[in-house]
């Protein structure tokens, strides 16, 4: 039994610690929603924990999976963050998804006490944090990775080791690229076709049949069909990430034409009130410009 901490409990952070804690870890918990930590400690064990500081005292490793950069920074390195508990060669993990620059600043700003950073963000949504099948894309020392390998592995089933610090973060972020594009041709391919009076699930059945089969779509589809919208990946966040790739772009100098049109759909999305629902979600700003919906 390992001594972890775990930080962040929202759609992915409450599952995630509570595998830790069916693995058998004793688990110090915080979120921004104090009652969050309680009711996993009544549920699962583990202690409640009123800062991250607090955590930090009672952990050998402690992960956190906030929503964006600036949460990230404030609960490691801000009043009652984890840098005023930490031991030496405690390891400190993000799962979040943030800008690859915060991961080597988190570094240098946790080594003079000798503690370790990795950034290690994840993929799966809600589903793949309930069932602990979540990937991991690490960036840091790959001594340190290994070191905590076998606390990752109760939360996610492939674990990829990408380089140095912030090599995971622009990993994740390629992925979510590539995610996030897919996603906004399914929407202007199915209403397209809706509109023209192809059945929508005849439509996916063709799609899965050819070329453009995709994973994504299969997964989504359904729930576009049935109009449920309830979030398993919110689009606020991923229009969050969307603005971390054309940052990262911007600074690598490599152009990004279809994603920069792809974030202002999502933007958009947001404007409309969508922002807390699945990314899925984003079909209707274009269902609503088109005049059709995409529906069983």
């Known amino acids: ?12 952070g409450y599952p995630m610690a509570r595998n830790l804690l069916k693995a058998g870890h004793a688990v110090a918990l915080w979120s921004h929603s104090s009652e969050k930590a309680r009711r996993l400690a009544e549920e699962a064990g583990g202690t409640a924990c009123a800062t991250p500081a607090e955590v930090a005292r009672q952990a050998e490793v402690v992960f956190l999976c906030v929503g964006d950069t600036q949460m990230s920074e404030k609960v490691i390195l801000g009043k009652d963050g984890l840098v005023e508990g930490l031991q030496p060669d405690a390891v400190v993990v993000d799962a979040s998804t943030v800008a690859p620059s915060h991961s080597p600043k988190m570094r240098d700003a946790l080594a003079p006490k000798g503690v370790h950073f ?3 963000p994840c993929t799966g949504s809600k589903p793949g944090a309930e069932s602990g099948t979540l990937t991991f894309m690490v960036g840091g020392d790959r001594a340190v990775f290994e070191r905590v390998k076998p606390f990752l592995e109760p939360m996610g089933k492939q674990l990829f080791y990408c380089g140095e610090h912030g090599k995971g973060l622009h990993a994740k972020l ?3 690229l590539i995610l996030s594009n897919i996603l906004q041709a399914f929407n202007e391919g199915m209403i397209l076709s809706t509109k023209a009076g192809v059945d929508p699930k005849l439509m996916l059945e063709i799609l899965d049949k050819s070329a453009a089969k995709s994973g994504l779509i299969n997964f989504k589809a359904p729930y576009v069909f049935a109009r449920n919208f309830e979030t ?12 971390l790739m054309l940052e990262s ?10 994603t920069s049109l792809t974030q202002q759909m999502f933007r958009a999305a947001v404007a409309c009130g969508h922002g807390d629902e699945d990314i899925c979600s984003t079909i209707k700003v274009l269902e609503a410009w088109a005049g059709v919906e995409v529906k069983a």
Do not use: S, Y
Not at 2 to 7: E, M, R, S, T
Not at 234 to 242: C, F, G, N, S
Not at 249 to 258: F, G, K, Q, T
């Open 232 to 243: 398993n990946f919110a689009v606020k966040w991923m229009h969050k990430d969307l603005g």
């Open 174 to 176: 390629t992925q979510n």
């Open 1 to 12: 039994m390992a001594k972890l901490g775990f930080l962040g409990l929202g759609i992915m």
């Open 249 to 258: 772009a911007r600074e690598l100098n490599v152009p990004l034409p279809i």
């Open 118 to 120: 990795l950034d290690a």
